[in-house]
Every structure is written in structure tokens, then in C-alpha cells.
T-cell receptor
């Protein structure tokens, strides 16, 4: 969507390599979410940022996953030592005042 | 446990037919929100509707209507006179209170793929 961009749009990597995915929201949105969508599946919550508060990391599947965000700016999701099961579309979403979320176009990650 | 079930994995209809997509949820929260999103072939998720748990009025928006029934924990979505452009995956979602922060994350169902044939 126009309100949030994600890069890269596609990423192919080899098993064991680290990858960094980027979410670039328009300003003024303090709530930011990361989700993972495996092929043919629903969305799995990964992490939530709200302003300068400590992020809610309860959805991160392992310690290979980490994410950062400073204030209302760019967020990066890092996956270390990628595994084939990490292959998925990673979606960033902004939390809007009404409770709904505005999703970015996603990054399709393929781990060979 | 917080859970959203969309039992229909795929539905095919012929254009102009009506179709209902089912969503059943489980929640421990007394106040919660339910959502429907559309994911067309392009891949981007599009918000369709939000419903508060204390508002059981059904809603109609053009060819779309939603039936929320707390008694059966269901939030079903009906498309009237379906069109080819309605072909997409539709996701139902439930808010899940994050007790550490007092804000919400969202639990998504596995989606229903709707194919509308010309």
C-alpha cells in the first residue's frame, strides 16, 4: 500500500545465511506489526512495536528472529542462519486508530 | 485460547451467485474486535470491516454483508451477486489483548479461497 513500503520485494537466499527485511512506514503511525504468511496459510503474528515502548516479541518463533524500530521510523526484521522453513511472505502492517491494520506489500523470502 | 477457524478452504461459485464465508472464533476476552480482510491475487491485504464485540448489528455495504452472532461465536461474510473480481483469499481475524502492553495483536484464520467463475 501507499502508506507502507517493504524491501526487498523478493529475496532468495541460501540456507544458513542472514537476511534483513525492511519496513518503511509513512510517518505518524506508532503501532507497527510484523507477520509471517507461509504458502497457503494464514498470517502468524511475529512482533509488535508501539512507539518507544518495549516491543511485544511473543510471536517470534526462535532466537534467530529479531526486529528493531526506533520511534515511528523504519523497522527491520532480521533472520539469522536462515532455514528452509523460514520461506514465507513477511508482512509489515501499521495499526490504525480504528483497530484495523494497513498492510504493506510484503517481502517474499525463499530459502534454498 | 484465542483462535479463528475458517473451515472452508476453497469455494467456487458461478458469477451472480451468493456466497457465504464462515468464521468461528474463540476468545477469553470480554471485549474484542473481529475483522475481515481480502487478499486478491496481487497479494496485498485489504481491510474490509471491523466489528466490536458489543455491537451485534449486522452490516451491509453494497454487495457485502456481515452476520455477527456472539451466541455462536461466528462472524460470517456474505457476498451477494458475486463477480469475478471478488476472487481472492478472504481472512477473518480476531483481536488478542497483549496483556503486557494493553494493546492488541491479531489472530488470523487460515483463509478461504473464493473463486468466482464467469
Amino acid at each position: 500500500g501507499a502508506g507502507v513500503s517493504q524491501s526487498p520485494s523478493n529475496k532468495v537466499t541460501e540456507k544458513g545465511k542472514d537476511v534483513e527485511l525492511r519496513c518503511d512506514p509513512i510517518s505518524g503511525h506508532t503501532a507497527l506489526y510484523w507477520y509471517r504468511q507461509r504458502l497457503g496459510q494464514g498470517l502468524e503474528f511475529l512482533i509488535y512495536f508501539q512507539g518507544n515502548s518495549a516491543p511485544d516479541k511473543s510471536g517470534l518463533p526462535s532466537d534467530r528472529f529479531s526486529a528493531e524500530r526506533t520511534g515511528e521510523s523504519v523497522s527491520t526484521l532480521t533472520i539469522q542462519r536462515t532455514q528452509q522453513e523460514d520461506s514465507a511472505v513477511y508482512l509489515c502492517a501499521l495499526g490504525l486508530a480504528g483497530g484495523e491494520q494497513f498492510f504493506g506489500p510484503g517481502t517474499r523470502l525463499t530459502v534454498l | 485460547a484465542q483462535k479463528v477457524t475458517q473451515a472452508q478452504t476453497e469455494i467456487s461459485v458461478v458469477e451472480k451467485e451468493d456466497v457465504t464465508l464462515d468464521c468461528v472464533y474463540e476468545t477469553r476476552d470480554t471485549t474484542y474486535y473481529l475483522f475481515w480482510y481480502k487478499q486478491p491475487p496481487s497479494g496485498e491485504l485489504v481491510f474490509l470491516i471491523r466489528r466490536n464485540s458489543f455491537d451485534e448489528q449486522n452490516e451491509i455495504s453494497g454487495r457485502y454483508s456481515w452476520n455477527f452472532q456472539k451466541s455462536t461465536s461466528s462472524f460470517n461474510f456474505t457476498i451477494t451477486a458475486s463477480q469475478v473480481v471478488d476472487s481472492a483469499v478472504y481472512f477473518c481475524a480476531l483481536s488478542d489483548l497483549l496483556r503486557t502492553s494493553g494493546t492488541y495483536k491479531y489472530i488470523f484464520g487460515t483463509g478461504t479461497r473464493l473463486k468466482v467463475l464467469a
